[in-house]
């Protein structure tokens, strides 16, 4: 059984940092992409962060500079850096899971960051 579980989120100050951390199980983790998505409350679910390959991470305009993605194949878990928050940012985040030549994909259960004074 595929698992992706999140964890890290919760409620910081604008300009306060968190770290996102998303678990895989029950799949080949080499064999697929992992990325990060957020959904604000009546907006679509967007791309934050794509690493698709050592050195080759992608991410959305909002958050470059301020958002860095990683991974350790050996924990079989991708991380997401988040500094300097701001309140757009506020959203829940989702971990996914692609395969990189079948295309079956896999999310997370999400995880609330909410970035507010």
């Known amino acids: 059984q595929v698992q992706l579980v999140e964890s890290g989120g919760g409620l910081v100050q604008p300009g306060g940092s968190l770290e996102l951390s998303c678990t895989a199980s029950?799949?080949?983790?080499?064999?697929?992409?992992m990325g990060w998505y957020r959904q604000a409350p009546g907006n679509q679910r967007e791309l934050v962060a794509v690493?698709?390959?050592?050195?080759?991470?992608n991410y959305a305009e909002s958050v470059k500079g301020r958002f860095t993605m990683s991974r350790d194949n050996a924990k079989k878990t991708v991380y997401l850096q988040m500094n300097s928050l701001k309140p757009e940012d506020t959203a829940v985040y989702y971990c996914?899971?692609?395969?990189?030549?079948?295309?079956?994909?896999?999310w997370g259960q999400g995880t609330q960051v909410t970035v507010s004074s």
């Open positions: 996914n899971a692609n395969h990189r030549s079948n295309g079956r994909h896999y």
């Open positions: 690493y698709t390959s050592p050195g080759n991470t």
């Open positions: 029950g799949i080949i983790f080499s064999f697929y992409a």
